[in-house]
C-alpha cells in the first residue's frame, strides 16, 4: 500500500514539475472559482441560552451569511472572493518581499550617484583650479619677460 502511495506522490510531483507556470496559476484560478450553492443559513437553536458574547457572534454569523445567500444563493460572490483573494495574495505577498529589496537597491544607486557626482566635480574644480595657476604663471613669465 505504502509504495503505491509514493509511487502516486512521485508521478504527482513529475506531472507537477512538468506543467508550466501559467498552467499551474490558471488550473488554480479556475479551481478558485467554482462557485457552489450556498444554503440558506440557519439561526441556533439554543439562541437564548447562549452567554452574551456568544449570542451576539452568532447573531452577527447569521446576518452575515443571511447577506451573503440573499446577494448571491447560487456562491457566485463565495467564489469571486475567493477569486480576489487568491489574486490578492499572488501580488501581495511577491510585492510584499521584492519591494523592499528594490527600494533598497534604488536607495544604494542614489547615494552610489551622488558620490559620484562629488568625486567629478571635485576632479573638475581641481582641474580647473590647475589650469588658473597655469594661466596666471604664464601671464607672470609674459609681464617678467617684457620688463627686462
Keep these: 500500500m505504502s509504495k503505491a ?16 507556470l501559467l498552467e499551474l496559476l490558471g488550473s488554480t484560478f479556475q479551481a478558485a472559482y467554482e462557485p457552489n450553492h450556498v444554503s ?9 441560552e447562549l452567554p452574551t458574547l456568544e449570542r451576539i457572534a452568532e447573531v452577527f454569523r447569521y446576518k452575515t451569511l443571511r447577506l451573503e445567500y440573499e446577494l448571491s444563493s447560487n456562491g457566485g460572490l463565495r467564489a469571486y472572493i475567493k477569486l480576489i483573494m487568491l ?3 499572488l501580488l501581495g505577498i511577491p510585492a510584499i ?6 527600494t533598497s537597491i534604488f536607495g544604494q544607486f542614489v ?6 557626482l562629488q568625486a567629478v566635480q571635485n576632479i573638475l574644480y581641481t582641474l580647473l583650479s590647475i589650469v588658473a595657476t597655469m594661466v596666471i604663471i604664464w601671464v607672470v613669465m609674459l609681464l617678467l619677460g617684457r620688463h627686462r
Design 5 to 20: 502511495i509514493v509511487a502516486a506522490t512521485t508521478g504527482a510531483l513529475q506531472n507537477t514539475a512538468q506543467r508550466s
Design 40 to 48: 440558506p443559513p440557519v439561526i441556533e437553536p439554543k439562541l437564548t
Design 87 to 89: 489574486t490578492s495574495f
Design 111 to 116: 547615494t552610489w550617484s551622488a558620490y559620484l
Design 97 to 102: 518581499l521584492i519591494v523592499p529589496i528594490i
